[in-house]
C-alpha cells in the first residue's frame, strides 16, 4: 500500500504551545508525518509564537478582541486555514470556544486535548476539580471538537494517577507529559487514515490491542500484581 503524505496541519494557540512543540519533536523523530502548514494565535504575545518561528513555520496572530462576534472571528480563522491549504486543525491550548462557523469549515477535522479524562471535569482547571473531588485517576483526553464544552467523540486517552501530597501544579505536570505522548499519536492515527466516527464513537482500524488484565487500581492492594515496566 502507498505510503500517504504527511498530513497538513493548522495549529491553534493562545500560549505557551507545550503541545506544539510536542507535535514539532515528533514529526522531528519521525513518530509523526505531520507537515505544519501555520500557526495562528488570538494573542499576540503567546510564547508557542516564537517556537514555530524557530522552527521556521508560519505563524500569524488573529485577535478575536478586533472581531465583534465569535462568528466573525472564526470566519477570518478559517480563511487563513484555508489559505495554507490545512487538512486538520489542531487546537494546542487554544482558548476560545469554536463556533458553528468553524465547525463547518472543518467538519470533523478539528481536535482538541483537555486535561482530564472526558466525560469527567470539562471546562477549566480540571486539575483542580480532580484533586478536589478525590479521584484515585485522572488524565488527558484527545477528541474531536463539537458545538459543546469539551464535548466531542474520543480518540485517545492516557490514565495519570493522583498521588498522595499532589497539588494543582505537580498533577498537571504529570499530566502535561502525557498529553505530550497521545496528541501525536492521534494526530498520526488521522493522518493514516484509520479514524471513523461513528455517534460519539470514534472506531480505530487496526486498534492495537491491549491485556484486559492490566487493570489500574490506585492505591494498589498489597494482593494486586505488580505492574511490569515497559522496556
Not at 503541545?19 to 509523526?32: K, S, V, Y
Not at 480540571?126 to 474531536?144: K, M, S
Not at 505522548?181 to 471513523?196: C, D, N, S, T
Request: net charge neutral; proline share 7%; aromatic share 6%.
Amino acid at each position: 500500500m502507498a505510503q500517504r503524505a504527511p498530513v497538513k496541519l493548522g495549529v491553534l494557540i493562545s500560549g505557551t504551545g507545550s503541545n506544539l512543540q510536542a507535535i514539532i519533536d515528533a514529526a522531528g523523530r519521525g513518530e509523526l508525518r505531520a507537515e505544519i502548514r501555520v500557526v495562528i494565535s488570538n494573542r499576540a504575545g503567546a510564547q508557542g509564537l516564537e517556537r514555530a518561528r524557530r522552527h521556521a513555520i508560519p505563524a500569524r496572530v488573529i485577535e478575536h478582541r478586533r472581531f465583534p462576534s465569535r462568528e466573525d472571528f472564526d470566519r477570518a480563522l478559517a480563511e487563513a486555514l484555508a489559505e495554507h491549504r490545512v487538512e486538520l486543525v489542531v487546537c494546542a491550548g487554544f482558548m476560545r470556544l469554536l463556533s458553528p462557523v468553524m465547525l463547518a469549515a472543518f467538519p470533523d477535522r478539528i481536535m482538541n486535548i483537555h486535561p482530564a479524562l472526558l466525560p469527567a471535569f470539562p471546562g477549566v482547571h480540571a486539575q483542580q476539580a480532580a484533586l478536589e473531588h478525590g479521584v484515585r485517576f485522572t488524565g488527558c483526553t484527545v477528541f474531536f471538537v463539537r458545538e459543546g464544552v469539551d464535548d466531542g467523540p474520543i480518540i485517545v486517552q492516557a490514565v495519570v494517577p493522583v498521588l498522595p501530597g499532589d497539588d494543582e501544579e505537580r498533577l498537571s505536570e504529570r499530566i502535561r507529559a502525557q498529553e505530550h505522548r497521545i496528541y501525536p499519536w492521534a494526530i498520526q492515527l488521522f493522518g493514516e487514515g484509520r479514524l471513523a466516527i461513528e455517534g460519539r464513537t470514534v472506531r480505530i482500524a487496526d486498534f492495537p490491542l491491549g491485556d484486559e488484565s492490566l487493570a489500574l487500581v490506585n492505591p494498589r492492594s498489597p494482593h494486586s500484581p505488580r505492574l511490569s515496566r515497559p522496556h
